[in-house]
């Protein structure tokens, strides 16, 4: 059974840093990827940044030059570090994962199967 569990959410200042990690469990494949969304209030989620197990990476336009995606595979954990952030960063962000077949780093939610439950970053003026 696939699990994944974020953590390192929180609040920050506006121009701050936080990084997000997802411990992946009951996923080991050779050819997967997995990836960050995010959901504010009242707006739809959005691809945040992707990663695949060949290391190519992908960022939403928003996030491009300030955030992050990086992966430890001896720890099954996935990481997002985000710089600068701004208050339009704040959503409860998502990691997501699935097998490798067809797929490589990419932000289109439709194409992940497993999600974890998600964890809250506050950023504050």
């Known amino acids: 059974q696939v699990q994944l569990v974020e953590s390192g959410g929180g609040s920050v200042q506006v121009g701050g840093s936080m990084n997000l990690s997802c411990e992946a469990s009951g996923f080991i494949y050779s050819s997967y990827y997995m990836g960050w969304f995010r959901q504010a209030p009242g707006k739809e989620r959005e691809g945040v940044a992707s990663?695949?197990?060949?290391?190519?990476?992908i960022y939403g336009n928003s996030v491009k030059g300030r955030f992050t995606i990086s992966q430890d595979s001896a720890k099954n954990t996935l990481y997002l570090q985000m710089n600068s952030l701004n208050p339009e960063d704040t959503a409860m962000y998502y990691c997501?994962?699935?097998?490798?077949?067809?797929?490589?780093?990419?932000?289109?939610?439709?194409?992940?199967?497993?999600w974890g439950q998600g964890t809250q970053v506050t950023v504050s003026s």
């Open positions: 997501a994962a699935d097998i490798g077949i067809g797929y490589g780093a990419n932000l289109e939610q439709e194409n992940f199967s497993y």
């Open positions: 990663i695949d197990s060949d290391g190519t990476t």
